[in-house]
């Protein structure tokens, strides 16, 4: 049976011939299986097909632990440096004070300085639904509260049913 990537090693290799890598990177081009088999046994190593696609398929005389070991730290490693992206929402009002608007907006470029995505969200209650109007000038507020070229506006400010919003992204640094 084959491991869990799907390669074969020693005896699963059930072709004639295959395309040979020896432990020290060497190509020693087509070789029959079997010499290919007994020359990984006489070094106390494992053949494993590395690329079963090919044609003949190319196999490499390595210790398949170490390998495996291998591999699966790339992965590990690889899968650390992926940030996931969190979206943050703020949320206000239309009539919203001054001395608020500065917290809003000071808790918005926080969240674009940590590298996050941030949906400004203005909810409108009864009344307020006629003078959407006001959504967009504390929206603008907002954007002239944050340092300039730490965002970008990835959807501009919308109505969507009470609610209006607008999604910032952090610039790459």
């Known amino acids: 049976m084959a491991d869990s990537k799907g390669l074969r090693i020693n005896e699963q290799i059930r072709v004639r011939e295959v395309r040979l ?24 190593l494992d053949l494993v097909e590395v690329s079963p696609n090919a044609n003949p398929p190319v196999c490499k005389i390595l210790n398949y632990g170490k ?37 809003k907006a000071k808790h918005v470029q926080e969240f674009l300085d940590e590298g996050d995505k941030v949906k400004v969200t203005i909810r409108f209650r009864g009344r ?13 507020e907002v954007l002239k509260r944050l340092v300039e070229g730490s965002y970008t506006i990835e959807k501009p400010a919308a109505m969507e049913g009470r609610f209006m919003s607008m ?7």
């Open 128 to 140: 307020e639904l006629a003078h959407t109007e006001l959504g967009y000038d504390v929206l603008n």
């Open 167 to 173: 999604t910032l992204n952090a610039k790459a640094k």
């Open 21 to 44: 890598v020896d432990d020290e990177g060497e190509k020693n081009g087509i070789v029959p299986t079997i010499e290919a088999l007994k020359l990984a046994k006489e070094r106390d």
């Open 67 to 103: 390998y495996r070991f291998e591999q699966e730290k790339r992965l590990r490693d690889s899968r650390k440096a992926q940030k996931a992206l969190k979206l943050k929402e703020i949320r206000m009002q239309p009539k919203i004070g001054a001395g608020d608007l500065d917290t």
